[in-house]
């Protein structure tokens, strides 16, 4: 496999690459990064976590630098667009740090924000900037910031833009850019929406697909538990308490069932985290500051948040509902074994999700491997309420009366035979309870003990150097501000 140096990268680019810890390019690097410095249009279709980000920042930065111009106010050189504001603001990170020696600008503007800032950023003009659609508009409405100087687009994450109902801006939004200029577009996942965009923005492009579209990450190991959906909250609060989950992503479908999860994991004890499009930016921020810092180690999310987390050492991805669009699955475990590390992913089936499943494993061409429920949860309350509350059976139910029932009297006793009477009680209670908790330590086991092995097995690093190079900033263990 060739080095960065190999691919054309100047000096200042290549300081930056040893800087960050980068040593060996991913195959969509080196497939990539040629025919966009040679200015070619271009489809990426790569897993997440292979380093689509510096595929198209690096060249992108080189191309800049060799045809240096100061940018007219209130344009920009380059157009990223990105679905959610968390990728934005990693994909500018990324930007900002390839380029640290070069006298080059960045900017991101998403929603959630004041926009004032954004625009005195736009006002002097912008090298690159990292957009969100809504906001992007927003801008251009307002007057500041015109897209007649774009030498370069870049839709990153496109199947996700298209996934969110972005399709209406995108298209408004190509409309007010000049032509000819160069195209890229990156994506995960190969549906037929993407392919017919690739056709109507790209203009004879180069078309680098480093894995089949959505297939999964091959260093993750994937089983399903099967549990009713009113179980599934004990049961992620059951499995959670095992010191072998880390650090652990729980993906849900709706907002609302992102913060019951995450009440529910507080009143077990454990700390947990939502991040969702209800919660504000500084909310979102604070969120997954906690769980880098390790406050939190569970984060809740939404599929809309899937593709701007970028989090070091996630042990495991706890699919909480089944995403209805099987596309989905695959990003969502792609938040684990980045990086050449390996990962687990789980997900938590019920009967009225057993169609996703089957999309899910159509789509990867990857049956995911049956868990059992911990033994814990199996022996816990349903059974026993119902056999508590059902009629014994083939007998009749009883009807209700309001006379209380005859008591026998019992004759009295002496004062001293009621106290050893007292006392005789106290101790045969006292030898049942003793007996009963020695029965229930025999029967129970620990929450890890009941899981299977590779569940709780610590997902290896990923030592390797060549896995430096897949275009994300290295932290020592999660982050938010850095690459995607």
Known sequence: ?????????????????????????????????????????????????????????????????????????????????????ELASQIADNFRAYGAGLPLTTAVVFGGVPIGRQR???????????????????????????????????????????????????RRIVKLLPRPRQTLLFSATMPRAIALLAEDYLDDPVKVVVAPAATTAERIDQGVIFVPSERKRDLLATILQDP??????????????????????????????????????????????????????VLVATDIAARGIDVDGVSHVINFELPNVPEDYVHRIGRTARAGADGIAIAFCSDEERSFLRDIQKLTRSPLRPIPAPT??????????????????????????????????????APARQAAARQASARQTSARQAAAGTERRRNESTPGESLPAFLRRQPANGNNPGHRGTGRRDAPAARFNGAR
């Open 1 to 85: 496999m060739p080095d960065f140096s190999d691919l054309g990268l100047s000096q200042p680019i290549l300081a930056a690459l040893s800087t960050a810890g980068y040593s060996k390019p991913t195959p969509i690097q080196c497939q990539a990064i040629p025919p966009i410095l040679s200015g070619r249009d271009l489809c990426g279709i790569a897993q997440t976590g292979t380093g689509k980000t510096a595929a198209f920042a690096l060249p992108i930065l080189e191309r800049l630098v060799a045809a240096p111009r100061r940018p007219a106010p209130q344009t920009c050189r380059v157009l990223v667009l990105s679905p959610t504001r």
């Open 120 to 170: 005195q950023q736009l006002a002097r003009g912008i090298d690159v900037l990292v957009a969100t659609p809504g906001r992007l508009l927003d801008l251009i409405d307002t007057k500041s910031l015109t897209l007649s100087s774009v030498q370069v687009l870049v839709l990153d994450e496109a199947d996700r833009m298209l996934d969110l109902g972005f399709v209406h801006a995108l």
């Open 244 to 297: 072998a989950f880390e650090r652990v992503l729980v993906f849900t479908r709706t907002k609302h069932g992102a913060d019951r999860v995450v009440r529910h994991l507080d009143a077990a004890g454990i700390g947990s985290a939502a991040i969702h499009g209800n919660k504000s930016q500084p909310q979102r921020e604070r969120a997954l500051a906690g769980f880098r810092d390790g406050q939190a180690r």
């Open 376 to 413: 814990m949860l199996a022996r816990s309350a349903p059974a026993a309420q119902s056999a508590e509350s059902a009629p014994a059976q083939g007998t009749a139910p009883q009807p209700s009366t309001s006379r209380r029932p005859e008591t026998p009297r019992r004759p009295k006793q």
